[in-house]
Each structure stands twice: as structure tokens, then as C-alpha cells.
């Protein structure tokens, strides 16, 4: 399910629509449905327009960036999904707090293959002003390796970049007691840096989605 998705429409009769909030008043309809789990879509940081520059062709407004599969904080929940009050991380544990109350279990769809910086002449958010070189493959001539086609592919082999998706799901789960977690594209966080991608033979011994799993 889509966090904003879920209750954006006025239909929803939501009191905080496209909200972490919202998605605790789905509770009453998602016991009456039977349901005992809930995946949510990506609900790490990620920009709010699609980039690009593109535009709706019939109103001329940029693009939203709705699915937010290119995250640019892996340690904090999308501010977009909460209000002026407590904050996102406060309005983040709130909701898991009652799905668990209510019996449900709470898994979310993480992106650990890749961020919203893009390839050459993408925008600096995080990674790459923090060290290009260690958390994103490169290719010889310095070029971004695009295993995910997302222009770019974390450097999950350095132990600083491994390190930090596996750290951002674990510390997720103790603080925010999430259930578990689903990764999007796991073999390109596993790939050497070969120059190629060829998960079957070239991954980590020790890739931080499988102590991900593990733990």
C-alpha cells in the first residue's frame, strides 16, 4: 500500500489525509477486511518532484514524485507524509504503534540499490557530497555504473556504504518496530565492482542484505 495513496482522495474521509496518521485511520477498514500484515511503498526521504523537469502536459506543474523509489536519506521517514506537529519520525512510530495494536504487522518496501542523486550532473542531496567514490560504483573513466537503471548504484561492497543499509533496516526495526522489511532490487546492492553486473557470480560474501535477513 501507498502511504499517501491510501487516504489522499477525499473519498477516504481521512482527518489527515496522505498521512502516516491517515493510514492509522484506515485501521477500523483494514481488521473489517481481515488483514494481519501491511507492506507500505518506500516511506524513506526522498524529493517531492519527479525531476527533470518534467510537467503535467495538461496543467503545466511539475511532476510528483509519487512512488519515492529514489530515497535521499535512508534513516529518515518522508517529511511529506506528516504534518507541522510532532514530526515524521514521531508520526512514523505513532502508525506502526497502532497496526500493532490493532494485530497488524508492519513491512516496508526499502531502496537500498540506489539514490535520487542521479549520474553525471544530478543534484548532491547526501552520498555524494559525502564521498562520490566510496558510496556509489564507478566505472574507469569515473562514470556512474547504472546496474539499477536509476542512473546510479550504491557501493554496497565499501564497508561505509554496506554499512549504512544494513544499520538503517536494523536501527529501523528496534526504534520504529517495524516487522520486517522487502528490498528493492537486493543482487545490484551485492554486485562487485567489476564493471559489470553479473549478481550469480560476483557478490558479496557477506552482503548487507543478507545480515539484513539474518537479523
Known sequence: AHVRGLTAHPSSGARHPGRFLGVV??????????????????????????????????????LRNYWAYDPVALFAPRAAYAGDGPGAAAEFKAMVRELHRAGIEVILDVVFNHTAEGGEGGPTFSFRGLDNAIYYMLLPGGGYADYTGCRNTLNCNHPSC??????????????????????????????????????????????????????
Open 25 to 62: 485511520e484506515t485501521i477500523p477498514y483494514l481488521r473489517a477486511l481481515g488483514v494481519t500484515a501491511l507492506e507500505l511503498l518506500p516511506v524513506q526521504e526522498a524529493p517531492e518532484e519527479a525531476g527533470g523537469g518534467r510537467t503535467d502536459p495538461g496543467t503545466g506543474e511539475p
Open 162 to 215: 554496506g554499512r549504512s543499509s544494513w544499520t538503517a533496516s536494523g536501527t529501523g526495526r528496534r526504534r520504529c518496530a517495524w516487522t520486517g522489511s522487502a528490498s528493492t532490487s537486493p543482487p545490484c546492492s551485492g554486485a562487485a565492482g567489476t564493471g559489470r553486473c553479473c549478481p550469480t557470480r560476483h557478490c558479496l560474501s557477506r552482503s548487507p542484505k543478507t545480515r539484513c535477513c539474518a537479523t
